[in-house]
Protein backbone atom coordinates (compact mmCIF):
# COMPACT_ATOMS: atom_id res chain seq x y z
CA UNK A 1 0.00 0.00 0.00
CA UNK A 2 1.06 3.56 -0.94
CA UNK A 3 1.28 6.62 0.61
CA UNK A 4 0.09 9.93 -1.91
CA UNK A 5 3.35 11.03 -2.00
CA UNK A 6 4.75 7.77 -3.09
CA UNK A 7 2.94 7.47 -6.57
CA UNK A 8 5.14 6.75 -9.78
CA UNK A 9 4.06 9.17 -13.00
CA UNK A 10 5.16 8.13 -16.26
CA UNK A 11 3.42 10.75 -18.71
CA UNK A 12 4.03 9.31 -21.81
CA UNK A 13 1.31 10.95 -23.29
CA UNK A 14 2.67 15.07 -22.14
CA UNK A 15 6.19 13.52 -23.72
CA UNK A 16 4.11 13.77 -27.03
CA UNK A 17 4.36 17.48 -26.74
CA UNK A 18 2.65 20.56 -27.74
CA UNK A 19 1.09 19.68 -30.83
CA UNK A 20 -1.20 17.05 -28.93
CA UNK A 21 -1.80 18.80 -25.71
CA UNK A 22 -1.14 22.43 -23.71
CA UNK A 23 0.58 22.85 -20.34
CA UNK A 24 -2.47 24.24 -17.78
CA UNK A 25 -2.17 24.50 -14.21
CA UNK A 26 -5.42 23.66 -12.00
CA UNK A 27 -7.29 26.43 -10.62
CA UNK A 28 -8.30 25.52 -6.95
CA UNK A 29 -11.49 25.23 -5.54
CA UNK A 30 -12.26 27.21 -2.44
CA UNK A 31 -12.92 24.84 1.23
CA UNK A 32 -12.46 22.07 -0.66
CA UNK A 33 -13.54 18.77 1.29
CA UNK A 34 -13.81 14.99 0.15
CA UNK A 35 -17.61 13.93 -0.80
CA UNK A 36 -16.78 11.02 -1.60
CA UNK A 37 -13.71 8.17 -2.64
CA UNK A 38 -14.27 4.68 -4.42
CA UNK A 39 -11.59 1.98 -2.27
CA UNK A 40 -11.71 -0.09 -5.32
CA UNK A 41 -10.59 2.30 -7.17
CA UNK A 42 -7.90 3.09 -4.59
CA UNK A 43 -6.54 0.42 -5.06
CA UNK A 44 -5.52 0.22 -8.85
CA UNK A 45 -3.20 2.75 -7.95
CA UNK A 46 -2.09 0.67 -4.51
CA UNK A 47 -3.55 3.31 -2.26
CA UNK A 48 -3.89 3.13 1.16
CA UNK A 49 -7.54 3.62 1.34
CA UNK A 50 -7.31 5.71 4.86
CA UNK A 51 -5.56 8.35 2.44
CA UNK A 52 -8.83 9.48 1.41
CA UNK A 53 -9.33 11.12 4.64
CA UNK A 54 -6.55 13.17 5.26
CA UNK A 55 -6.28 16.77 4.25
CA UNK A 56 -3.89 16.42 2.04
CA UNK A 57 -6.25 14.38 -0.62
CA UNK A 58 -8.57 16.99 -0.77
CA UNK A 59 -6.12 19.34 -1.64
CA UNK A 60 -4.29 17.38 -4.10
CA UNK A 61 -7.65 16.19 -6.21
CA UNK A 62 -9.37 20.10 -6.13
CA UNK A 63 -6.22 21.49 -7.35
CA UNK A 64 -4.44 23.19 -4.26
CA UNK A 65 -1.48 21.07 -4.92
CA UNK A 66 0.54 18.93 -7.50
CA UNK A 67 3.07 15.99 -7.43
CA UNK A 68 6.19 17.35 -8.67
CA UNK A 69 6.11 14.70 -11.51
CA UNK A 70 2.81 15.80 -12.64
CA UNK A 71 2.79 17.87 -15.80
CA UNK A 72 -0.91 18.52 -15.77
CA UNK A 73 -1.78 18.95 -19.50
CA UNK A 74 -5.22 20.16 -21.61
CA UNK A 75 -5.81 16.98 -24.67
CA UNK A 76 -6.52 18.88 -28.18
CA UNK A 77 -9.16 16.95 -29.65
CA UNK A 78 -12.41 17.68 -32.43
CA UNK A 79 -15.58 15.40 -32.97
CA UNK A 80 -19.05 15.06 -34.71
CA UNK A 81 -21.28 15.98 -32.16
CA UNK A 82 -24.84 15.21 -32.34
CA UNK A 83 -24.01 14.21 -36.45
CA UNK A 84 -22.14 17.61 -37.27
CA UNK A 85 -18.56 17.89 -37.41
CA UNK A 86 -17.11 20.55 -34.85
CA UNK A 87 -13.61 21.37 -36.19
CA UNK A 88 -12.33 21.78 -32.60
CA UNK A 89 -12.94 20.91 -28.69
CA UNK A 90 -10.64 19.59 -26.27
CA UNK A 91 -10.51 19.59 -22.48
CA UNK A 92 -12.25 22.39 -21.80
CA UNK A 93 -12.57 22.10 -17.78
CA UNK A 94 -10.91 18.54 -17.43
CA UNK A 95 -6.86 18.80 -17.11
CA UNK A 96 -4.86 15.11 -17.44
CA UNK A 97 -2.73 15.54 -14.65
CA UNK A 98 -0.55 12.70 -15.56
CA UNK A 99 0.10 9.03 -15.64
CA UNK A 100 0.50 6.36 -12.54
CA UNK A 101 2.32 3.21 -12.98
CA UNK A 102 0.89 0.54 -10.13
CA UNK A 103 2.84 -2.32 -8.79
CA UNK A 104 0.85 -4.69 -11.39
CA UNK A 105 2.55 -2.57 -14.27
CA UNK A 106 -0.35 -1.39 -15.04
CA UNK A 107 -1.08 2.61 -15.87
CA UNK A 108 -3.25 4.80 -15.15
CA UNK A 109 -4.31 8.03 -16.38
CA UNK A 110 -5.40 10.82 -13.45
CA UNK A 111 -7.93 13.19 -15.10
CA UNK A 112 -9.10 16.01 -12.83
CA UNK A 113 -12.80 17.39 -14.74
CA UNK A 114 -13.54 20.66 -13.16
CA UNK A 115 -10.52 21.48 -12.59
CA UNK A 116 -10.60 25.59 -14.41
CA UNK A 117 -10.31 26.89 -18.03
CA UNK A 118 -7.81 25.51 -20.79
CA UNK A 119 -7.57 26.55 -24.19
CA UNK A 120 -10.34 25.15 -25.28
CA UNK A 121 -13.11 26.02 -22.89
CA UNK A 122 -15.03 28.11 -25.55
CA UNK A 123 -18.02 30.03 -23.75
CA UNK A 124 -17.18 27.74 -20.52
CA UNK A 125 -15.96 28.50 -17.57
CA UNK A 126 -14.19 25.47 -16.79
CA UNK A 127 -15.90 24.37 -13.92
CA UNK A 128 -17.52 21.28 -12.72
CA UNK A 129 -20.60 21.60 -10.38
CA UNK A 130 -21.05 18.82 -7.70
CA UNK A 131 -23.92 17.75 -9.01
CA UNK A 132 -22.53 16.08 -12.18
CA UNK A 133 -19.32 15.47 -10.58
CA UNK A 134 -21.57 13.28 -8.11
CA UNK A 135 -23.66 11.61 -11.30
CA UNK A 136 -19.57 10.65 -13.06
CA UNK A 137 -18.36 8.98 -9.96
CA UNK A 138 -21.87 6.81 -9.21
CA UNK A 139 -22.20 5.77 -12.45
CA UNK A 140 -18.56 4.58 -14.07
CA UNK A 141 -18.08 2.61 -10.10
CA UNK A 142 -21.65 1.19 -10.68
CA UNK A 143 -21.21 0.30 -14.48
CA UNK A 144 -17.49 -1.36 -13.42
CA UNK A 145 -19.21 -3.26 -10.86
CA UNK A 146 -21.40 -4.61 -13.24
CA UNK A 147 -19.20 -6.09 -15.55
CA UNK A 148 -19.57 -3.09 -17.81
CA UNK A 149 -16.33 -1.48 -19.31
CA UNK A 150 -16.36 2.07 -18.08
CA UNK A 151 -13.76 4.71 -17.16
CA UNK A 152 -13.26 4.83 -13.08
CA UNK A 153 -13.48 7.46 -10.56
CA UNK A 154 -11.32 7.79 -7.49
CA UNK A 155 -12.86 10.76 -6.11
CA UNK A 156 -14.91 13.79 -5.69
CA UNK A 157 -14.43 16.62 -4.07
CA UNK A 158 -16.71 19.66 -3.12
CA UNK A 159 -16.25 23.08 -2.62
CA UNK A 160 -17.64 26.33 -1.92
CA UNK A 161 -16.98 27.69 -5.05
CA UNK A 162 -19.98 29.30 -6.68
CA UNK A 163 -20.89 27.97 -10.18
CA UNK A 164 -23.20 29.70 -12.12
CA UNK A 165 -25.54 26.66 -14.39
CA UNK A 166 -29.53 27.94 -14.41
CA UNK A 167 -28.96 28.59 -10.77
CA UNK A 168 -26.22 29.24 -8.59
CA UNK A 169 -24.28 25.82 -7.79
CA UNK A 170 -21.15 24.84 -6.09
CA UNK A 171 -18.17 23.83 -7.94
CA UNK A 172 -16.57 20.28 -7.60
CA UNK A 173 -14.34 18.22 -9.13
CA UNK A 174 -13.61 14.82 -10.01
CA UNK A 175 -11.15 12.32 -10.41
CA UNK A 176 -11.28 10.24 -13.41
CA UNK A 177 -8.84 7.10 -14.01
CA UNK A 178 -8.42 5.47 -17.32
CA UNK A 179 -5.76 3.48 -18.90
CA UNK A 180 -5.97 6.36 -21.54
CA UNK A 181 -7.49 9.29 -22.68
CA UNK A 182 -7.46 9.16 -26.08
CA UNK A 183 -11.07 9.38 -27.94
CA UNK A 184 -12.06 8.95 -31.62
CA UNK A 185 -12.21 12.62 -31.74
CA UNK A 186 -8.52 13.13 -31.53
CA UNK A 187 -7.72 11.29 -34.82
CA UNK A 188 -10.51 13.33 -36.25
CA UNK A 189 -8.72 16.31 -34.89
CA UNK A 190 -5.46 15.46 -36.86
CA UNK A 191 -6.96 13.79 -39.96
CA UNK A 192 -9.40 16.57 -40.63
CA UNK A 193 -6.79 19.62 -39.69
CA UNK A 194 -4.60 18.02 -42.20
CA UNK A 195 -1.51 17.06 -39.50
CA UNK A 196 -0.42 13.82 -41.11
CA UNK A 197 2.75 13.75 -39.40
CA UNK A 198 1.29 13.96 -35.91
CA UNK A 199 -1.88 11.65 -36.93
CA UNK A 200 0.75 9.21 -37.34
CA UNK A 201 2.80 9.52 -34.24
CA UNK A 202 -0.41 9.38 -32.35
CA UNK A 203 -1.54 5.94 -34.34
CA UNK A 204 2.20 4.81 -33.23
CA UNK A 205 1.24 5.47 -29.65
CA UNK A 206 -2.11 4.36 -29.42
CA UNK A 207 -0.64 0.95 -31.18
CA UNK A 208 2.33 0.47 -29.16
CA UNK A 209 1.06 1.28 -25.59
CA UNK A 210 -2.26 0.34 -25.99
CA UNK A 211 -2.68 -2.57 -28.29
CA UNK A 212 1.17 -3.84 -28.30
CA UNK A 213 -0.45 -7.36 -29.27
CA UNK A 214 -1.57 -6.02 -32.93
CA UNK A 215 2.03 -5.23 -33.58
CA UNK A 216 2.74 -8.84 -34.28
CA UNK A 217 -0.13 -8.81 -36.90
CA UNK A 218 0.79 -8.50 -40.61
CA UNK A 219 -1.20 -4.58 -40.48
CA UNK A 220 -1.05 -4.01 -37.03
CA UNK A 221 -3.46 -0.91 -37.45
CA UNK A 222 -5.85 -2.12 -39.18
CA UNK A 223 -5.70 -5.43 -36.15
CA UNK A 224 -6.29 -2.49 -33.85
CA UNK A 225 -8.70 -0.91 -35.33
CA UNK A 226 -10.30 -3.96 -35.54
CA UNK A 227 -10.18 -4.71 -32.37
CA UNK A 228 -11.95 -0.96 -31.23
CA UNK A 229 -14.88 -2.31 -33.19
CA UNK A 230 -15.12 -5.56 -31.42
CA UNK A 231 -14.77 -3.91 -27.86
CA UNK A 232 -17.75 -1.38 -28.89
CA UNK A 233 -19.93 -3.99 -29.98
CA UNK A 234 -19.30 -5.81 -26.77
CA UNK A 235 -19.55 -2.77 -24.74
CA UNK A 236 -22.77 -1.70 -26.79
CA UNK A 237 -24.13 -4.94 -25.76
CA UNK A 238 -23.50 -4.67 -22.31
CA UNK A 239 -25.44 -1.60 -22.51
CA UNK A 240 -28.47 -2.58 -24.20
CA UNK A 241 -28.82 -5.96 -21.59
CA UNK A 242 -28.72 -4.17 -18.79
CA UNK A 243 -30.10 -0.64 -19.71
CA UNK A 244 -27.89 2.13 -19.86
CA UNK A 245 -28.10 4.84 -21.83
CA UNK A 246 -25.36 6.94 -22.34
CA UNK A 247 -27.60 10.24 -24.09
CA UNK A 248 -24.33 12.18 -25.82
CA UNK A 249 -22.48 9.14 -28.13
CA UNK A 250 -20.62 12.02 -29.70
CA UNK A 251 -17.39 11.07 -31.47
CA UNK A 252 -15.48 13.54 -28.92
CA UNK A 253 -16.92 11.28 -25.59
CA UNK A 254 -16.05 7.69 -27.24
CA UNK A 255 -12.74 6.36 -26.27
CA UNK A 256 -9.98 4.22 -28.16
CA UNK A 257 -10.32 1.57 -25.33
CA UNK A 258 -13.56 0.84 -26.29
CA UNK A 259 -15.00 1.79 -22.29
CA UNK A 260 -17.93 3.89 -21.24
CA UNK A 261 -16.60 7.72 -21.08
CA UNK A 262 -17.78 11.15 -20.75
CA UNK A 263 -21.19 10.96 -18.62
CA UNK A 264 -23.58 13.49 -19.00
CA UNK A 265 -27.21 13.16 -18.79
CA UNK A 266 -27.13 9.50 -18.60
CA UNK A 267 -29.20 7.08 -17.14
CA UNK A 268 -30.48 3.36 -16.45
CA UNK A 269 -34.05 2.60 -17.79
CA UNK A 270 -36.10 2.43 -14.99
CA UNK A 271 -39.56 1.00 -16.91
CA UNK A 272 -38.25 -0.89 -20.00
CA UNK A 273 -38.47 1.26 -23.08
CA UNK A 274 -36.80 1.22 -26.64
CA UNK A 275 -37.30 4.97 -27.40
CA UNK A 276 -36.21 6.37 -24.20
CA UNK A 277 -34.67 9.56 -24.58
CA UNK A 278 -32.26 10.34 -21.30
CA UNK A 279 -30.79 13.73 -22.76
CA UNK A 280 -33.64 15.95 -23.01
CA UNK A 281 -31.62 18.24 -25.37
CA UNK A 282 -31.96 15.35 -27.97
CA UNK A 283 -34.88 16.35 -29.68
CA UNK A 284 -34.56 13.80 -32.70
CA UNK A 285 -33.66 10.74 -29.93
CA UNK A 286 -30.52 10.34 -31.99
CA UNK A 287 -29.04 9.05 -28.87
CA UNK A 288 -32.36 7.25 -27.93
CA UNK A 289 -32.15 3.71 -26.00
CA UNK A 290 -32.70 1.76 -29.01
CA UNK A 291 -30.15 3.89 -31.43
CA UNK A 292 -27.15 3.39 -29.26
CA UNK A 293 -27.10 0.14 -31.46
CA UNK A 294 -26.68 2.22 -34.99
CA UNK A 295 -24.98 4.83 -33.62
CA UNK A 296 -22.09 3.08 -32.49
CA UNK A 297 -21.39 1.63 -36.19
CA UNK A 298 -21.87 5.54 -37.49
CA UNK A 299 -19.33 6.49 -34.67
CA UNK A 300 -16.93 3.66 -35.72
CA UNK A 301 -17.26 4.36 -39.39
CA UNK A 302 -16.46 8.51 -38.17
CA UNK A 303 -13.43 6.99 -36.62
CA UNK A 304 -12.47 4.78 -39.61
CA UNK A 305 -12.81 8.01 -42.25
CA UNK A 306 -9.77 9.29 -40.02
CA UNK A 307 -7.77 6.53 -40.24
CA UNK A 308 -8.17 6.30 -43.96
CA UNK A 309 -4.39 7.52 -44.45
CA UNK A 310 -3.36 4.51 -42.55
CA UNK A 311 -5.43 1.59 -43.51
CA UNK A 312 -7.07 1.06 -47.11
CA UNK A 313 -11.03 1.79 -47.61
CA UNK A 314 -11.36 -1.73 -48.35
CA UNK A 315 -9.86 -3.37 -45.14
CA UNK A 316 -11.66 -0.25 -42.82
CA UNK A 317 -15.14 -1.72 -44.57
CA UNK A 318 -14.91 -5.05 -43.64
CA UNK A 319 -13.62 -4.46 -40.14
CA UNK A 320 -17.11 -2.28 -39.69
CA UNK A 321 -18.98 -5.09 -40.92
CA UNK A 322 -17.93 -7.12 -38.02
CA UNK A 323 -19.63 -5.07 -35.86
CA UNK A 324 -23.30 -5.83 -36.06
CA UNK A 325 -22.56 -9.41 -36.12
CA UNK A 326 -20.13 -9.38 -32.86
CA UNK A 327 -22.82 -6.90 -30.62
CA UNK A 328 -25.94 -9.08 -31.93
CA UNK A 329 -23.42 -12.43 -30.46
CA UNK A 330 -22.63 -10.49 -27.32
CA UNK A 331 -26.39 -8.96 -26.66
CA UNK A 332 -27.92 -12.61 -27.27
CA UNK A 333 -25.57 -14.29 -24.84
CA UNK A 334 -26.18 -11.96 -22.22
CA UNK A 335 -29.89 -12.11 -22.57
CA UNK A 336 -29.64 -15.09 -22.80
CA UNK A 337 -27.81 -15.71 -19.65
CA UNK A 338 -30.18 -12.90 -18.34
CA UNK A 339 -33.01 -15.75 -18.28
CA UNK A 340 -31.02 -18.46 -16.97
CA UNK A 341 -30.95 -20.23 -20.17
CA UNK A 342 -27.12 -21.92 -20.48
CA UNK A 343 -27.10 -23.73 -24.11
CA UNK A 344 -28.43 -21.53 -27.18
CA UNK A 345 -31.26 -21.84 -29.57
CA UNK A 346 -32.34 -20.54 -33.25
CA UNK A 347 -35.66 -18.59 -31.56
CA UNK A 348 -33.88 -17.37 -28.12
CA UNK A 349 -33.60 -14.20 -30.20
CA UNK A 350 -37.70 -13.99 -31.35
CA UNK A 351 -38.11 -15.26 -27.68
CA UNK A 352 -35.95 -12.09 -25.88
CA UNK A 353 -37.91 -9.29 -28.39
CA UNK A 354 -41.30 -10.43 -27.73
CA UNK A 355 -40.74 -10.36 -24.05
CA UNK A 356 -39.10 -6.79 -24.38
CA UNK A 357 -42.08 -5.59 -26.75
CA UNK A 358 -44.66 -6.74 -23.96
CA UNK A 359 -42.23 -4.82 -21.06
CA UNK A 360 -42.55 -2.12 -23.21
CA UNK A 361 -46.37 -2.11 -23.92
CA UNK A 362 -46.91 -2.59 -20.15
CA UNK A 363 -44.50 -0.41 -18.57
CA UNK A 364 -42.68 -3.05 -16.73
CA UNK A 365 -39.14 -2.44 -14.73
CA UNK A 366 -36.58 -3.68 -16.86
CA UNK A 367 -34.17 -4.83 -13.46
CA UNK A 368 -36.54 -6.11 -11.09
CA UNK A 369 -38.40 -7.99 -14.03
CA UNK A 370 -35.37 -10.39 -14.73
CA UNK A 371 -34.26 -10.57 -10.94
CA UNK A 372 -37.72 -11.41 -10.07
CA UNK A 373 -37.63 -14.51 -12.80
CA UNK A 374 -34.25 -15.83 -10.88
CA UNK A 375 -36.15 -15.72 -7.27
CA UNK A 376 -37.45 -19.41 -8.11
CA UNK A 377 -38.82 -21.83 -10.65
CA UNK A 378 -39.87 -20.46 -14.08
CA UNK A 379 -43.32 -21.53 -13.30
CA UNK A 380 -43.58 -19.96 -9.87
CA UNK A 381 -41.69 -16.94 -11.11
CA UNK A 382 -44.06 -16.09 -14.22
CA UNK A 383 -47.12 -16.96 -12.27
CA UNK A 384 -46.24 -14.25 -9.79
CA UNK A 385 -44.60 -11.58 -12.19
CA UNK A 386 -47.79 -11.53 -14.63
CA UNK A 387 -49.64 -8.93 -12.57
CA UNK A 388 -47.13 -6.53 -13.91
CA UNK A 389 -48.42 -7.28 -17.46
CA UNK A 390 -51.65 -5.59 -18.98
CA UNK A 391 -51.73 -7.99 -21.47
CA UNK A 392 -52.36 -11.16 -19.99
CA UNK A 393 -53.05 -13.46 -22.81
CA UNK A 394 -49.70 -12.21 -24.54
CA UNK A 395 -47.42 -12.59 -21.24
CA UNK A 396 -49.32 -16.47 -21.34
CA UNK A 397 -48.54 -17.32 -24.44
CA UNK A 398 -44.44 -15.85 -23.68
CA UNK A 399 -44.77 -17.38 -20.46
CA UNK A 400 -45.39 -21.17 -22.03
CA UNK A 401 -42.49 -20.78 -24.35
CA UNK A 402 -40.38 -19.74 -21.97
CA UNK A 403 -41.18 -22.46 -19.13
CA UNK A 404 -40.71 -25.28 -22.32
CA UNK A 405 -37.90 -23.48 -23.18
CA UNK A 406 -35.96 -23.58 -19.90
CA UNK A 407 -37.45 -27.65 -19.74
CA UNK A 408 -35.21 -28.00 -22.76
CA UNK A 409 -32.12 -26.38 -21.56
CA UNK A 410 -31.94 -28.55 -18.80
CA UNK A 411 -31.39 -27.27 -15.97
CA UNK A 412 -33.90 -27.83 -13.13
CA UNK A 413 -32.55 -27.48 -9.93
CA UNK A 414 -33.79 -24.25 -8.53
CA UNK A 415 -31.11 -23.45 -5.99
CA UNK A 416 -28.50 -23.67 -9.08
CA UNK A 417 -30.61 -21.46 -11.33
CA UNK A 418 -30.82 -18.53 -8.93
CA UNK A 419 -27.43 -18.51 -8.37
CA UNK A 420 -26.91 -18.24 -12.16
CA UNK A 421 -29.37 -16.36 -12.33
CA UNK A 422 -28.44 -13.15 -9.45
CA UNK A 423 -24.98 -13.17 -10.29
CA UNK A 424 -26.01 -11.53 -13.77
CA UNK A 425 -29.16 -9.79 -12.95
CA UNK A 426 -28.32 -7.17 -10.26
CA UNK A 427 -31.09 -6.01 -7.70
CA UNK A 428 -29.34 -2.23 -7.24
CA UNK A 429 -28.88 0.15 -10.53
CA UNK A 430 -27.95 3.45 -10.21
CA UNK A 431 -31.65 5.05 -10.77
CA UNK A 432 -32.68 8.36 -11.74
CA UNK A 433 -34.29 9.17 -8.73
CA UNK A 434 -31.48 7.36 -6.50
CA UNK A 435 -28.75 9.93 -7.53
CA UNK A 436 -31.03 12.85 -7.01
CA UNK A 437 -31.82 11.43 -3.65
CA UNK A 438 -27.97 11.34 -2.97
CA UNK A 439 -27.28 14.80 -4.62
CA UNK A 440 -30.24 16.78 -2.50
CA UNK A 441 -28.47 15.60 0.51
CA UNK A 442 -24.72 16.63 -0.59
CA UNK A 443 -25.77 19.98 -2.02
CA UNK A 444 -27.04 20.65 1.83
CA UNK A 445 -24.13 19.53 3.27
CA UNK A 446 -24.73 15.91 4.13
CA UNK A 447 -22.37 13.04 1.94
CA UNK A 448 -23.61 10.30 3.67
CA UNK A 449 -26.14 9.27 0.89
CA UNK A 450 -24.02 9.58 -1.91
CA UNK A 451 -21.20 7.39 -0.06
CA UNK A 452 -23.64 4.59 0.88
CA UNK A 453 -25.68 4.73 -2.44
CA UNK A 454 -21.68 3.68 -4.03
CA UNK A 455 -21.45 0.88 -1.63
CA UNK A 456 -24.47 -0.51 -2.36
CA UNK A 457 -24.08 -0.63 -6.16
CA UNK A 458 -20.35 -1.29 -5.86
CA UNK A 459 -22.44 -4.92 -4.99
CA UNK A 460 -24.88 -4.95 -7.19
CA UNK A 461 -25.58 -8.59 -7.93
CA UNK A 462 -25.46 -9.11 -3.98
CA UNK A 463 -28.73 -8.65 -1.87
CA UNK A 464 -27.68 -6.43 1.13
CA UNK A 465 -29.05 -6.54 4.43
CA UNK A 466 -31.45 -3.31 5.29
CA UNK A 467 -30.89 -1.92 1.30
CA UNK A 468 -34.53 -2.76 0.36
CA UNK A 469 -35.04 0.88 -0.53
CA UNK A 470 -32.38 0.56 -2.88
CA UNK A 471 -34.46 -1.84 -4.95
CA UNK A 472 -37.07 0.13 -5.37
CA UNK A 473 -38.94 1.09 -8.56
CA UNK A 474 -39.20 5.13 -8.21
CA UNK A 475 -41.92 6.96 -6.63
CA UNK A 476 -44.12 9.30 -9.10
CA UNK A 477 -41.69 12.31 -8.63
CA UNK A 478 -38.38 10.19 -9.80
CA UNK A 479 -40.37 8.68 -12.86
CA UNK A 480 -39.02 10.84 -15.57
CA UNK A 481 -36.46 12.98 -13.93
CA UNK A 482 -35.20 15.89 -16.88
CA UNK A 483 -31.60 15.59 -16.30
CA UNK A 484 -29.87 18.83 -17.37
CA UNK A 485 -27.21 19.20 -20.18
CA UNK A 486 -25.43 21.98 -18.26
CA UNK A 487 -23.04 19.96 -16.23
P1 LIG B 1 -19.27 17.32 -23.18
O1 LIG B 1 -20.62 17.57 -23.79
O2 LIG B 1 -19.26 17.36 -21.69
O3 LIG B 1 -18.63 16.08 -23.72
O4 LIG B 1 -18.35 18.56 -23.61
C1 LIG B 1 -18.16 18.97 -24.94
C2 LIG B 1 -17.03 19.96 -24.97
O5 LIG B 1 -17.35 21.12 -24.19
C3 LIG B 1 -15.71 19.44 -24.42
O6 LIG B 1 -14.68 19.98 -25.20
C4 LIG B 1 -15.70 19.98 -23.01
O7 LIG B 1 -14.41 20.11 -22.49
C5 LIG B 1 -16.38 21.34 -23.19
N1 LIG B 1 -17.03 21.79 -21.96
C6 LIG B 1 -18.14 21.27 -21.36
N2 LIG B 1 -18.45 21.96 -20.25
C7 LIG B 1 -17.54 22.94 -20.12
C8 LIG B 1 -17.32 23.99 -19.17
N3 LIG B 1 -18.12 24.18 -18.12
N4 LIG B 1 -16.26 24.80 -19.38
C9 LIG B 1 -15.45 24.65 -20.43
N5 LIG B 1 -15.61 23.70 -21.35
C10 LIG B 1 -16.63 22.84 -21.22
MG1 LIG C 1 -17.05 15.14 -23.63
Known amino acids: MKALDELTFDNRFARLGDAFSTHVLPEPLDEPRLVVA???????????????????????????????????????????QFGGYTPQLGDGRGLLLGEVY????????????????????????????LRSS?????????????????????????????????????????????PSHIRFGHFEYFYYTKKPEQQAELAEHVLSLHYPECKEQPEP??????????????????????????GVMNTDNMSILGITFDFGPFAFLDDFDA??????????????????????????????????PFISVDALKEALGLYLP??????????????????????????????????QNSGVDYTLFFRRLGDESAAMAVAKLRDDFVDLAGFDAWAELYKARVERDGNYNEKQRRERMHAVNPLYILRNYLAQ?????????????????????????EEQAGMEQYAQRPPDWGKHLEISCSS
Open 221 to 246: YLATFREIVERNAEMIAKWQAYGFCH
Open 134 to 178: IREFLASEALHALGIPSSRALCVIGSSTPVWREKQERGAMVLRLA
Open 437 to 461: NAIAAAESGDYSEVQRLHEVLSKPF
Open 326 to 359: LYQAHYLDLMRRRLGLTTAEDDDQKLVERLLKLM
Open 275 to 308: HFICNHSDHEGRYSFSNQVPIGQWNLSALAQALT
Open 38 to 80: SNAAMALLDLDPTVAETPVFAELFSGHKLWAEAEPRAMVYSGH
Open 102 to 129: NEAGEHWDLHLKGAGMTPYSRMGDGRAV
